[in-house]
């Protein structure tokens, strides 16, 4: 079907605000990943989910970063107390599985901005 | 952090020549992947290689790899002003502690095709 979804495509929020970024994966695809894209960069990983559970939560930068995925399929990046240091493009991505053979589709990203 | 360096940083080239970026990375892996980035795009996964692998063809890509000196090298042949866009490499490794489903993206190479 449809390829990864993430919405909003743009978030601009204030300082101290909380946001959430979500993303829709693949249907069937039971991996999902959580990256982080600044400017002139490559993605930097945040997270991925095997299921409905985090198999890697090593990336996130601190307590502010948390990522859900309830029932296995949509997962909701979570910030709070949002920093200008947060400004990025969030990447998610899923495959079909988190074997490391398994090449992963990217969704569009969104566009966050903290002023 | 960044497993992967490309090199160069930025080619550009007229319609028609060869295009070569490598990548260098720093532990062992299992598997390499190169992604195509278009401006303001999410990635899409162009070839992936295993690490008993040492070459591999997909229409007009070719990618080496060569474990002993930790490093591969993606060529596009025959370039058109389509591939105009940036290029990752990203490392699946098999480091101790690591999870398997985890890939590791380099900075990337900015192509720039002149028609």
């Known amino acids: 079907g449809a390829g990864v979804s993430q919405t909003p495509s743009n978030k601009v929020t204030e300082k101290g605000k909380y946001v959430e970024l979500r993303c829709d994966p693949i249907?069937?695809?039971?991996?999902l990943y959580w990256y982080r894209q600044s400017l002139g960069q490559g993605p930097e990983f945040l997270i991925y989910f095997q299921g409905t559970g985090a198999a890697d939560d090593s990336g996130l930068p601190n307590d502010r970063f948390f990522a859900v995925r309830p029932e296995g399929s949509v997962s909701t990046l979570k910030i709070q107390r949002t920093e200008r240091g947060d400004s990025a493009v969030y990447l998610c991505?899923?495959?079909?599985?988190?074997?490391?053979?398994?090449?992963?589709?990217f969704g569009n990203g969104t566009r966050l901005t903290v002023t | 952090s960044q497993q992967g360096e490309e090199d160069p940083q930025a080619l550009s080239i007229q319609e028609g020549e060869n295009a070569t970026m490598n990548c260098s990375y720093k532990?062992?892996?299992?598997?390499l992947q190169w992604y195509r980035q278009n401006s303001g795009r999410g990635l899409v996964h162009l070839i992936l290689i295993r690490s008993n692998e040492r070459e591999k063809h997909s229409g007009r890509l070719r990618v080496t790899l060569d474990t002993s000196k930790k490093s591969s090298s993606l060529l596009i042949t025959a370039s058109r002003a389509a591939d105009t866009a940036s290029y990752f490499c990203a490392t699946g490794s098999n480091a101790g502690g690591t999870s398997y489903g985890k890939l590791t993206f380099g900075q990337g190479t900015i192509l720039t095709v002149h028609p």
């Open positions: 991505a899923s495959s079909s599985d988190a074997y490391y053979n398994s090449p992963l589709h």
């Open positions: 532990t062992s892996i299992n598997n």
């Open positions: 249907s069937g695809h039971t991996a």
